[in-house]
């Protein structure tokens, strides 16, 4: 059982930038999924012990997805930030061997979720 903490999440306007941070990022695969109101959990970045990251296309270009070894920490710096971006953004970790770190094979452990709120 993995317990994940999320934190920076927040309000901003249309062309903003938050970043979210996520521990403990111990897990081979580490990653952001968001959920709006009324619609299911997608997975929005996901990243490897090898470091190498998988995007949704419509994050691609304004995310980034990265983790601090030596604090054991998962980022999310969301840049160019869109109206529909506003969700609750979850963090999420998976450690089976066997699939790739990419989004579409889902995880299996979850936090609690931060609410990214964006105004136009």
């Known amino acids: 059982q993995i317990q994940l903490a999320e934190s920076g999440g927040g309000s901003v306007q249309s062309g903003g930038s938050l970043r979210l941070s996520c521990a403990p990022s111990?897990?081979?695969?580490m990653g952001w999924y968001r959920q709006a109101p009324g619609k299911g959990r997608d997975g929005v970045a996901m990243i490897g012990k090898d470091g190498i990251a998988d995007y949704a296309d419509s994050v691609k270009g304004r995310f980034t997805i990265s983790q601090d070894s030596a604090t054991n920490t998962l980022y999310l710096q969301m840049n160019n930030l869109e109206v529909e971006d506003t969700a609750t953004y979850y963090c999420?970790?998976?450690?089976?061997?066997?699939?790739?770190?990419?989004?579409?094979?889902?995880?299996?452990?979850w936090g609690a979720g931060t609410q990214v709120t964006v105004s136009s």
């Open positions: 999420g970790a998976r450690n089976d061997g066997q699939r790739p770190c990419k989004i579409r094979y889902g995880m299996h452990f």
């Open positions: 111990t897990a081979r695969c």
